[in-house]
């Protein structure tokens, strides 16, 4: 999922339009859906068409049993070719009629697609998101950092989870319950994303209001309406997105930055020293953001500074491998080779423990 931030740069939140860690080659987020299309209603987004229906019911719900059994139908229905055979599309933000067209999805696309098919046979389905991922990728002078979105089925006291990107994917929280609504507004924050990177402000503003009117209580979203309006050339309503981003999420890290930004462009050192200190105090506590910093470190040339802040997003949070493969990478460079066993030898423990957990 998209959040965006502005920096002399742009910072965006979007529903994670690709399961890529950083420092993977980074799609980009061209829409696959042309941007002349008129916007669909809301119930439009998650509707199942006839065709799809019947082919469900044929090979998923006609056979009855446990809905285990149904579920495992379902799973198989989605990716296999002699049910929908869905391919996986970073830039593939569609509704559920577009995506059985397709058969192209993104994470999102994905989630609506997996939950609706759910809903028609007869089990209890939802999304969830998962917000604290690394993701991040910089273009047109906009940062997108990425949150994720699965599908979470209840069976019994058994909760499943289906996921389209589970193996690329890793969060120091476990994720939470969201509901339809919210996920068809992420879906309208995602495509203005999209179309704010691909063809203009005017063209992303409509999906950007939908996203607000059906999620008005998504502090990411209001951040990320400051950035349009901002592209739109109307500062003042973008800094009032962005402080009523942080009325609801004072931590929310994208509607800082994108503060900070908007003071200094104008000359207002006062607030933007609040806001910069507000910042630094919730940078300072994310492991992720000391992630980050490691690899800029690392691009650079600077391998102690990496260790460092490797080492840094460790202490704050033991539980992601790829912080100990950075470490390594880091203590090699540096001919640390002892080192970076040890840390390969606990990134490699905790994959096996990730994976082992997994649904």
Not at 11 to 28: E, G, I, K, Q, Y
Not at 65 to 90: C, D, I, N, P, Q
Not at 119 to 140: P, T
Not at 351 to 358: H, I, K, L, P
């Amino acid at each position: 999922m998209l959040t965006w931030a502005y920096a002399a740069i742009l910072a965006w939140s979007v529903a994670m339009p690709a399961p890529v860690a950083s420092v993977a080659p980074v799609p980009s987020v061209t829409p696959v859906a042309p941007a002349v299309l008129p916007m669909p209603r809301p119930e439009q987004v998650m509707a199942v068409p006839p065709e799809l229906r019947a082919q469900l019911q044929q090979q998923v719900i006609d056979a009855g049993g446990s809905g285990r059994s149904r579920l495992e139908r379902l799973v198989g229905f989605l990716f296999e070719k002699s049910g929908l055979g869905m391919e996986y599309s970073a830039d593939a933000t569609l509704t559920i009629e577009q995506a059985y067209r397709t058969r192209k999805a993104n994470c999102l696309t994905f989630t609506l697609l997996t939950v609706a098919l759910a809903h028609e046979s007869g089990l209890q389905a939802y999304g969830q998101e998962l917000d604290d991922i690394v993701a991040w990728r910089v273009g047109d002078d906009i940062i997108y950092r990425f949150n994720h979105v699965n599908a979470g089925i209840a069976i019994g006291r058994s909760r499943l989870t289906v996921d389209v990107a589970q193996e690329l994917v890793m969060s120091r929280d476990p994720p939470k319950p969201i509901s339809d609504q919210q996920l068809v507004a992420l879906y309208y924050n995602n495509r203005a994303a999209e179309l704010l990177a691909g063809a203009s402000p005017a063209a992303a503003a409509p999906y950007m209001a939908m996203a607000l009117q059906l999620a008005p209580r998504y502090a990411s979203g209001w951040a990320n309406a400051g950035v349009l309006h901002l592209r739109e050339g109307d500062p003042r309503a973008a800094e009032r997105d962005y402080l009523k981003a942080l009325a609801l999420d004072p931590a929310n890290a994208g509607a800082l930055m994108n503060l900070v930004a908007l003071y200094r462009n104008n000359g207002d050192e006062a607030r933007r020293a609040i806001y910069a200190r507000r910042l630094e105090k919730v940078q300072v506590k994310d492991p992720y953001f000391r992630f980050l910093q490691a690899e800029d470190d690392e691009r650079h040339g600077d391998y102690a500074g990496a260790v460092q802040h490797y080492r840094q997003a460790i202490r704050l949070y033991d539980g992601d491998p790829r912080f100990y493969v950075g470490l390594a990478r880091a203590y090699r460079q540096l001919g640390e080779e002892r080192h970076a066993q040890r840390a390969m030898n606990r990134a490699a423990a905790l994959g096996r423990r990730s994976a082992g957990g997994r649904n």
